[in-house]
């Protein structure tokens, strides 16, 4: 995993400081592969209830852990009983690990 263990803390803080209800904060692709140079950080955030707006709170979550990374480009991807999941999902939870 290229992720310090300063920069899990405060992606953790970041996030759960947005999404409280938040079940798990998953890293998964690029980052994930020890062997490889730069790319963005790829989360999945598991919610045990449905969630509103998930546009809105998907930007803002990605805002800030953009921010908690010194700016590096976050991508969010949200998992919550009310929403669709897709084959990115699955890769996610076959290939993440939970931070």
Same mark, same amino acid.
């Given at each position: 995993?290229?992720?310090?263990?300063?920069?899990?803390?405060? #992606?953790?803080?970041?996030?759960?400081?947005? !999404?409280?209800? +938040?079940?798990?904060? *998953?890293?998964?692709?690029?980052? /994930?592969?020890?062997?490889?140079?730069?790319?963005?950080?790829?989360?999945?955030?598991?919610?045990?209830?449905?969630?509103?707006?998930?546009?809105? #709170?998907?930007?803002?979550?990605?805002?800030? !852990?953009?921010? +908690?990374?010194?700016? *590096?480009?976050?991508?969010?991807? /949200?998992?919550?009983?009310?929403?669709?999941?897709?084959?990115?999902?699955?890769?996610?939870?076959?290939?993440?690990?939970?931070?």
């Amino acid at each position: 995993m290229r992720l310090r263990p300063q920069d899990v803390i405060a #992606l953790r803080t970041a996030i759960y400081a947005l !999404a409280p209800d +938040a079940r798990a904060i *998953r890293l998964f692709g690029s980052r /994930l592969d020890d062997n490889a140079r730069g790319g963005d950080v790829d989360l999945m955030i598991d919610f045990e209830k449905p969630i509103d707006n998930p546009a809105v #709170l998907s930007a803002s979550l990605a805002v800030g !852990a953009s921010r +908690a990374m010194s700016n *590096r480009k976050v991508d969010i991807l /949200l998992r919550a009983p009310n929403l669709m999941n897709s084959a990115i999902h699955q890769i996610a939870l076959e290939e993440g690990i939970v931070l």
